[in-house]
């Protein structure tokens, strides 16, 4: 039934991941990728930035990047509007995503500066700040069943690439 085909798939995709993973890597991805596409979209008057976070799991990779995107947003007077849509097939994942409360230990090694802005703290843990959670929207999608998200300016498989064969990845690509 429903039942065991939900726990086959809880067991079958793969929920770890962390805040800010591979933190000099996404460091310079925000500066070399990120803020670039802030600046062209600004001087276009191009005002809608759209990122798609593929395989996001709980939601550690597309709050990291909203929060660089956030980050960056604040040193301009005029910014798009940003949006990341976070997606994955795993529907228990998609829902701790949305809800946006992660244990302490979670967030562990992460700057002090961001930890005070963009998490509140609660009785078991912390929550991700509204002003990062509205720039992000979480969905069950399956990218090898369901249509792919349209005019997208980036798309994020950090969380997915490494955990699907050869195979997998041409068709996904």
């Known amino acids: 039934g429903r039942t065991e085909l939900s726990a086959l798939l809880e067991n079958l995709t793969v929920n770890e991941t962390s805040f800010f993973r591979n933190r000099p890597q996404l460091e310079l991805f925000q500066k070399t990728v990120l803020e670039e596409m802030l600046r062209r979209k600004q001087a276009r008057r191009d ?12 939601g550690q990779e597309p709050y990291s990047l909203a929060i660089l995107l956030r980050e960056h947003m604040d040193t301009l007077a005029t910014c798009p509007k940003v949006q990341v849509f976070a997606s994955d097939i795993d529907d228990v994942a998609i829902g701790t995503a949305r809800a946006g409360r992660y244990p302490a230990t979670l967030l562990d090694g992460m700057v002090p500066e961001r930890l005070s802005r963009f998490f509140a703290a609660g009785p078991d843990g912390f929550s991700v700040r509204q ?3 509205e720039l992000c929207t979480f969905s069950a999608h399956s990218l090898i069943r369901d249509p792919p998200f349209s005019r997208v300016d ?8 490494i955990y699907l064969d050869s195979e997998l990845q041409d068709r996904v690509i």
């Open 131 to 133: 002003e990062i959670r």
């Open 154 to 161: 980036l798309i994020s498989c950090r969380n997915l690439l």
């Open 47 to 58: 005002w809608n930035l759209r990122i798609w976070s593929a395989g996001c799991s709980t």
